[in-house]
């Protein structure tokens, strides 16, 4: 488990990087690389965080994490690899992205598809978050077993003798 642990954080940088400086690779970073690396790049990276010491202390409680907490996180992953391709960023006073460059109608459509790529980006891994800290808590108890821990208490409860 630690191994994935580690991937988990890694990847989790690799995505806060991506957003925040992937453009940097193709060309020079603009006006709006630091908004992105406060906005974005920084919960992207506390979130995930967050999300590994959750999965750490469901390792170190012998539970088990269940396959939709990393389906979740691994959905937030491709989220963001889309949003690096089509975030937009300020060059000399003109809008880039890496699809576009800065050529209409494509720069409208491409920042039409980052904001919700950024939006559900950032709710999958908030939901992520929220499953792995559920994982750490243990197996709920089903229906079943919940009702037959209420029969057995008030049977045990009620007085003998008077029945």
């Known amino acids: 488990m630690g191994a994935r642990i580690a991937a988990l954080c890694g990847l989790g940088v ?38 590994a010491r959750a999965l750490a202390r469901t390792a170190r409680a012998g539970f088990v994490t269940r396959r939709a907490t990393w389906l979740t996180v691994a959905t937030a992953w491709l989220c963001f690899t889309v949003l690096g391709l089509t975030i937009p960023d300020r060059i000399d ?32 891994c908030v939901a ?21 821990e209420a029969a057995a208490w008030s049977d045990t409860s009620r007085p003998r003798g008077h029945e």
Do not use: C
């Open 14 to 51: 690799l995505a806060a990087l991506w957003v925040v400086l992937g453009r940097g690779l193709f060309g020079p970073l603009g006006s709006l690389t630091v908004i992105y690396a406060l906005i974005l790049g920084l919960p992207i990276l506390v979130l995930h965080a967050l999300i």
């Open 128 to 148: 992520s978050l929220i499953l792995a800290v559920s994982d750490s808590r243990g197996p709920r108890k089903s229906e079943d077993e919940i009702l037959d």
């Open 93 to 124: 006073g003109v809008l880039h992205t890496l699809v576009t460059g800065s050529q209409q109608p494509g720069l409208g459509l491409a920042i039409g598809i980052a904001n919700p790529m950024g939006i559900i980006g950032i709710g999958l």
